[in-house]
């Protein structure tokens, strides 16, 4: 997953998306299975603008908001990026960080990269992997939660529900870092930035035919808000302030406060 330092560019899968590089008669509907996984850094760094920056920041964030005697959460971990942004930031006595994703495939390399990352550094956070479901998952108390580009794979009529989760387990003092493709309520500017984000997945290697095939797998299962959206529903939940801290196209993560 992009967004790993230099220093652990070694231990994580170099292998290129070829996933949509040659014509498919049916286009599946996209999964995290064993072959995206093994091509998710590659995948993830040429299809979202910013990605390296908003992860290794969330870490930088987390430094704020990150409190002893608390979890912090990396909910829908992937690859475990975040999570690593965040031991290498947040040195806080008595916390955790608990890493949660519902794709064996992906926990089973998160384990691998978290491992080569202990072997690396010192005085880590401790960790915990977790493969389960987060809308079932019971939260401890928290001071940091990341749901990184994983709430927009949520089922809408859900997401208020699991905001609300996160909001009542978050401390006082404590955040939610939210980061999710957008779209746009005035069609010229959703146009625009959507050709825009095309142009960068062009630029960044993509044919026309892995664009094409890979936005029919994934519009089903991908479901995007626009910015009012996202702001209504976190303050529906309880949160009492959202910020854009980032926006790279229709790219952005926000932090909500409790």
């Not at 947040?90 to 794709?103: G, K, L």
């Not at 005085?123 to 990184?148: F, G, T, W």
């Not at 995007?224 to 702001?231: F, V």
Request: negative net charge.
């Amino acid at each position: 997953m992009p967004g790993f330092p230099d220093q652990c560019a070694a231990n994580v899968s170099k292998q290129p998306d070829r996933i949509f590089a040659q014509p498919l008669a049916q286009v599946p509907d996209f999964v995290f299975n064993e072959d995206v996984a093994r091509v998710f850094p590659d995948m993830i760094k040429r299809s979202v603008p910013g990605y390296p920056t908003i992860v290794e920041n969330i870490g930088v964030l987390a430094g704020q908001f990150a409190q002893p005697h608390s979890v912090l959460y990396d909910l829908g971990s992937s690859l475990g990026a975040v999570t690593q942004a965040l031991r290498r930031h947040v040195q806080i006595a008595d916390c955790q960080v608990i890493a949660v994703d519902n794709s064996p495939a992906m926990v089973e390399r998160c384990r691998e990269y978290l491992h080569a990352q202990d072997a690396m550094f010192q005085e880590l956070l401790p960790v915990q992997v977790l493969e389960a479901d987060i809308l079932s998952l019971e939260l401890q108390p928290s001071s940091l939660v990341a749901l990184n580009f994983t709430l927009q794979f949520i089922q809408p009529p859900q997401r208020l529900e699991l905001l609300r989760k996160i909001r009542q387990a978050l401390i006082p003092g404590g955040a939610l870092i939210l980061s999710e493709k957008l779209q746009f309520s005035d069609s010229a500017e959703h146009e625009l930035l959507t050709d825009l984000h095309i142009a960068f997945k062009r630029a960044n290697g993509y044919s026309e035919l892995e664009i094409a095939q890979k936005r029919s797998a994934i519009e089903k299962v991908m479901l995007p808000d626009s910015l009012e959206q996202h702001r209504e529903r976190l303050l529906a939940a309880g949160f009492s302030k959202v910020v854009v801290w980032f926006q790279c196209l229709n790219f952005a993560s926000l932090i909500a406060l409790p």
